[in-house]
T-cell receptor, first 114, second 112 residues
Framework: DAGITQSPRHKVTETGTPVTLRCHQT?????MYWYRQDPGHGLRLIHY???????DKGEVSDGYSVSRSKTEDFLLTLESATSSQTSVYFC?????????????FGSGTRLTVV | KQEVTQIPAALSVPEGENLVLNCSFT??????LQWFRQDPGKGLTSLLL?????REQTSGRLNASLDKSSGRSTLYIAASQPGDSATYLC???????????FGTGTRLQVFP
């Protein structure tokens, strides 16, 4: 989607290896989010950020860490990938402190852990 | 716990039908509600955003309504077309949180 890009788009990795996914925005939005999408579970929030160096956990944060050193970049790291982390990962941005804000999503990263 | 539920999980209709997708949520103190469309293997496309002070929003053949008191929203699709086939997701953000919670979606198929 315009203004938000995710990389890589696809990745296959081995169990036990660290993996970092990147979300980059050009909208200067304060809020950024990482979700995972799995069949039967819908989209679930992993972590989110409400500013540079300000992050918080979502509902499925175990095994994941995040970092935000610049407004435009939000990194999601799987510290030691497991097969249960095979999923499609979506990044989103919003201006959650502005009335009438909405959310914009990236195109997703399909991660396979073998 | 704040939750979002969508019914039905799947729907198959012939082209031309008017249809309604349902979304229900716990805790009426919402900030806004957003409907998204997702095509297979693709990302999410925002369709309509309803703020808590609004009752409905319209875009083309789509109309979304919001009833906070009953914890419900409906997405009405008029004169459905095969190109409307996709999964439709409802998502809610509440006043005491910066997070967006999703329903599990309704998978719609419109056949010619």
């Amino acid at each position: 989607d315009a203004g938000i890009t995710q990389s890589p788009r696809h990745k296959v990795t081995e169990t036990g290896t660290p993996v970092t996914l990147r979300c980059h925005q050009t909208e200067n939005h304060r809020y950024m989010y990482w979700y995972r999408q799995d069949p039967g579970h819908g989209l679930r929030l992993i972590h989110y950020s409400y500013g540079v160096k300000d992050t918080d956990k979502g509902e499925v944060s175990d095994g994941y860490s995040v970092s935000r050193s610049k407004t435009e970049d939000f990194l999601l790291t799987l510290e030691s990938a497991t097969s249960s982390q095979t999923s499609v990962y979506f990044c989103a941005i919003s201006e959650a402190d502005r009335v009438g804000y909405g959310y914009t999503f990236g195109s997703g990263t399909r991660l396979t852990v073998v | 716990k704040q939750e979002v539920t969508q019914i039905p999980a799947a729907l198959s209709v012939p082209e031309g039908e008017n249809l309604v997708l349902n979304c229900s949520f716990t805790d009426s103190a919402i900030y806004n509600l957003q409907w998204f469309r997702q095509d297979p293997g693709k990302g999410l496309t925002s369709l309509l955003l309803i703020q808590s002070s609004q009752r409905e929003q319209t875009s083309g053949r789509l109309n979304a309504s919001l009833d906070k008191s009953s914890g419900r929203s409906t997405l009405y699709i008029a004169a459905s077309q095969p190109g409307d086939s996709a999964t439709y997701l409802c998502a809610v953000s509440w006043r005491n949180t910066d997070k967006l919670i999703f329903g599990t979606g309704t998978r719609l198929q419109v056949f010619p």
